[in-house]
């Protein structure tokens, strides 16, 4: 069964003909052309598919694209573009939160919902934040000092 999927992706409205099996993650990257957002593990368990609904984050890769009818979806496309990026996509940057950068993505989506409700947050809330993405190059550290310098730059 299909049916027409109208949301905002990054800010901007559309409608598609969509499966109502589809997932978010393969309607970002396979029908809107999206492909900033990862696939890890296609099972909920590394957060590389972490997108923004309605500011929340949200795995991609386990919500049905036809869910988020009438509602506002961001991706890392949406948050920042080269030669403008946000101040999240800067401070991974600059402090090397990314090496890989399969897990970036996701993170800097769930840094950002983070930010949005808490602009200041601690490093135990930052974990917190981040406790559903896996990275399996930097240790973590690195990503911490990033969301942290990020939000020292509001
Ligand atoms: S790809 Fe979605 S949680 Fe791993
Ligand atoms: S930078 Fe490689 S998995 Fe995080």
Redesign the pocket.
Known sequence: MSGVLRLTLNGRARADLVASNLFLVDYLRGVAGLTGTKEGCDGGECGCCTVLVDDEPRLACLTLAARCEGQRVETIEGIGAPGRLSRLQRAFHEKL????????PG?IMAAEALLRRNPQPDEAAIREALSGN?????GYVK?IEAVRAAAEAR
């Not at 939160?97 to 970036?104: D, H, K, L, N, S």
């Open positions: 939160g990314a090496q890989c950068g399969i897990c970036t993170m896996l990275c399996r190059c930097t990503i």
